[in-house]
DNA sequence: TCGGACGCTGGTCTTAAGACCACCGCAGTG
DNA sequence: CACTGCGGTGGTCTTAAGACCAGCGTCCGA
């Protein structure tokens, strides 16, 4: 095997990485060049180790995975999402910042590995059917499509807030709050504010 | 060394028990006699495999660690609780529920071999200054206080639904819900449901 | 036995929430 | 110019939510 893929694991947790790097190491055709634990450090290994494809938690103190994708040039490594089962949410936001695919922790070895000789390879992951949904409705339903001022209303509908203590904090009317909350819920199809708010805190909002 | 401490290791995630391993194999007083990916796993493991100290991840699918916990005898091992930071809250509750302490999963390996061999002696780990203050005022304002049913109403609230879905999903009446409900909003000092919900999330709840 | 905790249910009432109708002004675009 | 998006506001209406009154039966501990 004279192509050697060279491997960057970010995760905050040392046991996550330490127990990465004892799968990967037998594979014959993987090298781990480094490892990091958070997005500051990530972006300075990779500068440093040049590695070929990075293994990135997205749920990181300071600076996180999606910053991470975001800093990242055209020239840069193929980037695979790790992700767990209740934090999927996360996952389009990244696709869309330049994440080759994601993988869930739960991965048994051999589908890691196959994983990452798939994206080394220039090819996509395909996403297992219970994302799907998640990921062809994720862009359009996603953050990005509310309003500022929609968006600053559900994040204070994250705080708990009620109309009326918004419209206060806004300084608008309590009309125009509800007109807003009814606009975002249409939006992230939330049938009510509990949900709303629970949508905002999986999405990182508020 | 005479004295070895059997160990047994809980985490859904595989890449966690196999760092966590990578870890322990190292330390001569230490056996690691199993491993666990859900609560029901690790209670047959303990049964099984007799260990004397048992790292537990409380936040597992299906059975979870506060259950393994509660569903414990008095000569059962000693119980380590692996959490992370945003993972904190849990805590309390599960040391009331008979954890001899907790780590976080970034812990060093020196520090954890530690806390190890400190909670098989016997002895208490002292908690980290920043969890001092929720452990102090964890008890009183932690889910214990709320009964088993209004534990089960929060869970669904948190997951968005209504007080008829709920009723429906546990076979009573929608009055009965409302009941529980207003309920468990005095105890856990939220004016309504949706603060109810985030309560519920930030506390592990769902 | 008694009292408290728990789970269940009914009734009455108020109100916050949300849907859906309407409108305005401003900015940007074709 | 017309249209769209955005933020703002008013009106009407329905209903889910939640507070607070009541009651029942079962279980457990003092």
Redesign the interface.
Known sequence: MTDLIRLLLVD?????????R??LQLEADFEVVGEA?DGEEALEAIAASEPDVVLLDLKM?GVDGQSVLERLDEGAPRIIVLT??TDGERVPAAIEAGAAGFVY?????DALAAAIRTVHAGQALLAPAAMRGLMAGGSGAAAPSLTPRERQVLGL????Q?NRQISRALGVSEKTVKTHVTNLLRRID??????A??WA?RHGIG
Chains 1, 2 share one sequence.
């Open positions: 905050d947790h040392p046991v996550v990485r330490q127990g990465l004892a799968y634990g103190p767990s089962a922790k739960d991965i048994d070895p509908i994250a705080k708990g009620t939330a049938a009510d504010r509990t949900q708010a629970l805190v």
